[in-house]
Nanobody, 120 residues
């Protein structure tokens, strides 16, 4: 299973970007989809996740500015980022946890990452 991200880029502070992620194939069960990010010299951190039932979890630093959404039928997840700040600059990674087939074990998949740069 490959995850393909799109939508990164360069934006000025206060601007908006929308990231999208699509799984390369239909998956039997997706438990969680979400986004992490990693800034230079820092550890990868959670940005936002959404469970199959629609429960969301956001990092405190992005609450009220970022919104995660997913389309279970299409195996896609998106991240709408508003009021961007220079400290949001990072490589953003899409992630998916689920079972590829009916008897598969639960696996975690990661995308290649997409760069988001916010200029001041």
């Amino acid at each position: 299973v490959q995850l393909v991200e799109s939508g990164g880029g360069l934006v000025q502070a206060g601007g908006s970007l929308r990231l999208s992620c699509e799984a390369s194939k239909i998956i039997f069960r997706i438990n969680v989809m979400g986004w992490f990010r990693q800034a230079p010299g820092k550890q990868r951190e959670l940005v936002a996740t959404m469970s199959a039932g629609g429960s969301t979890n956001y990092a405190d630093s992005v609450k009220g500015r970022f919104t995660i959404s997913r389309d279970n039928a299409k195996n896609t997840v998106a991240l709408q980022m508003n009021s961007l700040k220079p400290e949001d600059t990072a490589v953003y990674y899409c992630t998916l946890e689920g079972e590829e087939f009916i008897f598969s074990r639960t696996m975690e998949y990661w995308g290649q990452g997409t760069q988001v740069t916010v200029s001041s």
